[in-house]
């Protein structure tokens, strides 16, 4: 079953996935929930090509969970800020953080090897 035939399932865990239900997407959430709202801020924190940010900026924007938010007009600059619809969302994001936590902690020699 292809990802675009699942927003019309009878599971709401299903038709959420497909909204949210990628890396890219939960890490730029992520993101908004600790203050960014810049695409630079999402390239820079998560790794993603501009063409992955963009296009899951536009999914969320056409969801309703952030808002786009002109902030320069030469050359136009964009800020996305979550919407009530977004900030709703934030439970899960903790629900994901904790097990995170206490379920795959960050090994020392791994943090070291990154210092």
């Known amino acids: 079953m292809k990802w675009s035939e699942l927003d019309e399932n009878w599971c709401p865990v299903a038709r959420t996935l497909t909204l949210v239900g990628d890396r890219w997407t939960l890490l730029i959430l992520r993101d908004c929930f600790l203050g960014s709202s810049k695409f630079e801020e999402f390239a820079a924190s998560t790794g993603a090509t501009r063409h992955i940010i963009s296009s899951r900026l536009k999914r969320l924007v056409d969801a309703g969970i952030l808002e786009r938010k002109l902030y320069v007009e030469?050359?136009?600059?964009?800020?996305?800020?979550?919407?009530?619809?977004g900030?709703?969302?934030?439970?899960?994001?903790?629900?994901?953080?904790?097990?995170?936590?206490?379920?795959?902690?960050?090994?020392?020699?791994?943090?070291?090897?990154?210092?």
Do not use: C, M, Q
């Open 74 to 85: 030469r050359p136009k600059r964009y800020e996305y800020l979550l919407t009530e619809k």
């Open 87 to 115: 900030r709703e969302f934030a439970p899960a994001l903790v629900t994901f953080r904790d097990w995170g936590k206490k379920h795959l902690p960050v090994r020392r020699s791994v943090i070291a090897a990154k210092g």
